[in-house]
Structure formats: C-alpha cells, structure tokens
C-alpha cells in the first residue's frame, strides 16, 4: 500500500511549537510519531515522505529513519540538506528524489514537497500531493484549495494527518476535514 506523510521535523524542537504540535517536546514527538507509524505501517507498504525529515544540519536522520518500518522514498524538502549529503541517510530509502510521478491504485500522483500550480495531467484527472506548508492557511493554502486545484491537491503535512502515514483516500479526506474546519473559523 502506498501511504503519504510530510513535514516530520524529527528533532526540531522548535516545530513542536510553531505547529502547536501535541508534544511536550522533540523527543516526545519523536516517539509517539514512531509508535503511530509503526502501528500503521506494514513492512512491504510504501511509505512517501514528501520532504522535511529533520530539521537541522546537526540532526542525522539516520537514528530516526532506521526505526520506522515500510519501504521509505524520500522527495527531498528544504530542510533534508543533511540526506542529501550523506550516503549512509539515503541508503535507508528505497530512493530519493526532488519531484516523482506515480501510479498507486489507478490513480496518476504528482509528489513534491512544494505546492505547485500546475503539474502534468492536473486537467486530466491527475492527483498532486505536497508537504511545505505544514497546517498554514496563508496564501499558498488559499491558492492551493481553490477551484478545480483544490479537488486535486493535497497536503500531505503529518500535522493535517493525525501525525501517521496515511493512504491516498484518508489523505483526501483529512485535508476536506481541515478545510471545513478552517472554513467554519473563519465564519466565526
């Protein structure tokens, strides 16, 4: 099964707190992110991290990474400098790369850790999963979730999907979830 997360932030402190995350601290994050994970995923699932593993060039993924099951692919984020730079971290994926096609369950699926406006197949029923933006609703997100785009795009930020991998179906459905949330917020 192919299952979708983004924007880990293994490490960072600093994220627990500028995403209001449920934690008490990094490592706190750390294990009960490892502890959702390895409940769901299985080890012959698929599991596409859509960028951002840490955060920081002092924090190595490997620790982390290596105790997460499933077949990891990495699309490298802003913040994955650190794998990018060393063979040891991406030996754990199953491959690494900056943008990727892929077809999961009939479906056509543009990954990348950026929101982007306008990918291959977006008129044609294809499917674009991102990460970056974490749960902000700036800008990015308004442009992202308008129109016709917003019924094909979706954010894959761990923050939006219960802080676990997640299938393409749940992925759809918590990013509708949040987008009902911060609809009713804004008519409040």
Not at 5 to 22: I, Q, S, Y
Not at 151 to 169: R, T
């Amino acid at each position: 099964m192919d299952l979708f997360t983004a924007d880990l932030h293994f490490g960072h402190e600093n994220a627990v707190r500028f995403d209001r995350r449920p934690f008490i601290d990094a490592a706190d994050m750390f294990e009960r992110m490892r502890e959702l994970w390895n409940a769901r995923v299985k080890d012959d699932d698929d599991v596409w991290i859509l960028g951002d593993v840490t955060c920081g060039k002092d924090i190595r993924a490997e620790g982390y990474i290596s105790q997460l099951r499933g077949r990891k692919h990495l699309i490298y984020g802003n913040h994955d400098r650190n794998i990018i730079s060393s063979a040891q971290a991406q030996a754990l994926f199953a491959e690494c790369c900056h943008l990727r096609y892929l077809q999961s369950e009939g479906r056509v699926l543009f990954l990348s850790h950026y929101p982007i406006a306008d990918w291959y197949g977006m008129y044609h029923g294809s499917y674009h999963i991102y990460g970056h933006i974490h749960a902000d609703t700036n800008d990015v997100y308004r442009f992202m979730t308008a129109g016709e785009r917003g019924q094909h795009a979706f954010n894959a930020g761990c923050m939006i999907n219960g802080y676990a991998p997640v299938s393409f179906e749940e992925l759809v459905e918590n990013n509708m979830r949040f987008r009902e949330q911060q609809a009713s917020r804004k008519e409040e």
